[in-house]
């Protein structure tokens, strides 16, 4: 088994640290991982993207041309991404702020409010958690609960105090997709 996993949106979405808590999920999990960031210049409102990629064997390469899952935060991410996932791949997009669906048809499209979840729940800031929720809801290459174990042990000790709120957005990304179908 291996997953080859983009994530991509603006700079301050969380794209970055959403990619390494799947790293590190794996890592913790006994599974072979890696993650490639990738960032303009900017600090905040830039592109942002990293590769992940998961495997139960030795991953040959971390370049990823065509991945299996695309987690797209915003349009651009979106008109960027949908064109190289693989045939019979997943699409996570992000529909709080993306206003158009994915065209292709051969593809397993997942659209999530995940701004307005997060804002739901009381912190924007949540967002990308919302979308990896719905991510691992559509393709458990990990647990919820891995991810939640990754959380309490990578996250630094100043902000143990957001724990409760990423928990709860992990749930409601995967909760909302379990809803729909």
């Given at each position: 088994?291996q997953t080859e996993?983009i994530?991509a949106?603006f ?8 990619g390494?808590l ?6 913790d999990n ?16 830039g ?11 030795e991953?040959g390469s971390?370049v990823v ?8 935060m915003?349009?651009p991410?979106l ?14 997009v992000?529909s709080s ?7 292709r048809k051969?593809i397993?499209?997942a659209?999530v409010?995940?701004n ?13 958690m919302?979308m ?5 809801a ?5 647990s ?6 990754a959380?309490q ?5 100043r ?5 409760p ?11 909302y997709?379990?809803e729909?179908?």
């Amino acid at each position: 088994m291996q997953t080859e996993i983009i994530i991509a949106g603006f700079g301050g979405q969380g794209i970055l640290f959403a990619g390494q808590l799947l790293a590190y999920a794996a890592m913790d999990n006994g599974l072979e991982t890696t993650w490639i960031p990738s960032y303009g210049p900017e600090m905040r409102g830039g592109t942002a993207n990293c590769t992940v990629i998961i495997a139960d064997e030795e991953i040959g390469s971390p370049v990823v041309r065509n991945p299996q899952v695309a987690i797209v935060m915003n349009r651009p991410s979106l008109d960027k991404y949908e064109p190289l996932v693989k045939p019979g791949g997943l699409l996570v997009v992000n529909s709080s702020i993306i206003d158009r669906t994915p065209e292709r048809k051969d593809i397993q499209a997942a659209l999530v409010p995940a701004n307005d979840i997060a804002e739901q729940l009381g912190d924007r800031r949540m967002a990308n958690m919302v979308m990896l929720g719905a991510f691992l809801a559509n393709l458990p290459v990990l647990s919820i609960e891995a991810i939640e174990k990754a959380l309490q042990e990578h996250l630094p000790e100043r902000h143990h105090k957001l724990l409760p709120k990423n928990y709860q957005a992990l749930r409601e990304g995967a909760r909302y997709l379990a809803e729909k179908v």
